[in-house]
């Protein structure tokens, strides 16, 4: 864990970037358009983010990759990916994978 | 409560949580609940966090995850341009995913722009979305505090993420994307300064836009269609 300093720097820059990404083009001239070729990075950037820092954090265990039928994680993401993706249920999601993660942790 | 009301709530529960689950004091928990207002990105940043990674991954990691919102803002300035700069400013704080998909979605054949009706929903909506969040996440981060480590409630902040994640993932050229992003990431797990984060996104980003560059039929162009294209099914991000 970082310094108080670490964490009050980290949140200030946070913030700076929820303000600039949500009001980014509510502060433009209504003659800056987004321009094609950067919209379509741009659309797929926040997928691939998420993917990353689910993947780096699930699938690692003390900075080294862990992927391993050991992992309780991975058997708990999988199965709420599954439910979400089956329900678009956000708490029937939570408590099928918090449940699968405990009864692992508890009994495999 | 409205289902939108209730739908922030839970975020809003989760994110209290896991924030301060995973390691973070109260007072820090808060002091970010109460300005960085962005629950994925809050979550995205929190395994950084609690490793102490350095603050330029940080604040790119939480950018990429907000690039969306510069998308919804492209689509909903219309409605906003003629504002003073402070009120745009503010209008675009309070522009989150669930406010975005019901304003767009309500407003979408208007073809007069700014008007009161179409302010006092948006800010109707960004009160209420407000209020549920903060609270909840108030709420969350005390039952945080008091919930041992060694149940994983951690584990929330990914099955969260997965929420706003799972509904992006509906077209083959973001599913690309996404795969090879998840496997580039875990390959790089041991790289200093946790670059191999910025790696893997660099990389899936370049594939998506190939494949998509491969077989352009049935994508959504313009940034209003671009736009309800990743908020539309995101209910509950």
């Known amino acids: 864990m ?34 094609e070729r950067i919209e379509r990075g741009l659309r797929y950037a926040p997928a691939c983010a998420l993917t990353a820092i689910i993947a780096q954090s699930v699938f690692a265990r003390q900075g080294e990759a862990y992927v391993s039928v050991h992992n309780n994680q991975i058997w708990a993401l999988l199965a709420a990916a599954l439910v979400f993706a089956k329900t678009r249920n956000m708490i029937a999601m939570m408590v099928v994978g918090m449940a699968v993660f405990t009864a692992l942790r508890l009994w495999a | 409560m409205s289902p939108f009301g209730v739908a922030i709530a839970i975020w809003g529960l989760v994110t209290g949580v896991a924030m301060v689950n995973a390691g973070l004091s109260i007072p820090i928990a808060l002091l970010i609940t109460f300005t960085v207002f962005a ?59 669930l406010g975005f998909a019901l304003f767009s979605r309500r407003f979408a054949d208007d073809t007069v722009h700014g008007t009161p009706e179409q302010w006092g929903y948006f800010y109707g909506g960004a009160v209420v979305n407000w209020v549920a969040w903060m609270a909840s996440s108030v709420v969350g981060i005390l039952i945080g505090a008091s919930a041992p480590d060694a149940w994983g409630l951690n584990q929330a902040a990914y ?54 560059t491969l077989r352009p039929q049935g994508q959504p162009h313009g940034v209003v269609a671009v736009a309800s294209d990743i908020a539309d099914e995101g209910e509950v991000a």
């Open chain 2, 159 to 212: 099955f969260a993420l997965l929420a706003v994640l799972i509904p992006m993932v509906h077209r083959i050229p973001v599913a690309a994307g996404v795969l090879v992003t998840a496997v580039i990431a875990v390959a790089t797990v041991g790289f200093p300064m946790r670059l191999g984060l910025l790696l893997a996104v660099l990389a899936g980003v370049a594939v998506a836009v190939g494949v998509e």
């Open chain 1, 2 to 35: 970082g310094s108080l300093a670490y964490l009050i720097a980290a949140t200030v820059g946070l913030t700076v970037v929820t303000v600039a990404t949500r009001s980014s083009f509510f502060m433009l001239p209504a003659r800056v358009e987004l321009p």
């Open chain 2, 39 to 97: 629950g994925s990105a809050q979550l995205a940043v929190l395994p950084l966090l609690i490793t102490s990674a350095p603050l330029p991954i940080v604040w790119v990691t939480a950018l990429l995850v907000n690039l969306r919102f510069v998308i919804f803002a492209a689509a909903a300035r219309k409605a906003f341009v003629m504002l003073p700069w402070q009120q745009r400013m503010l209008a675009g704080y309070l522009n989150g995913d």
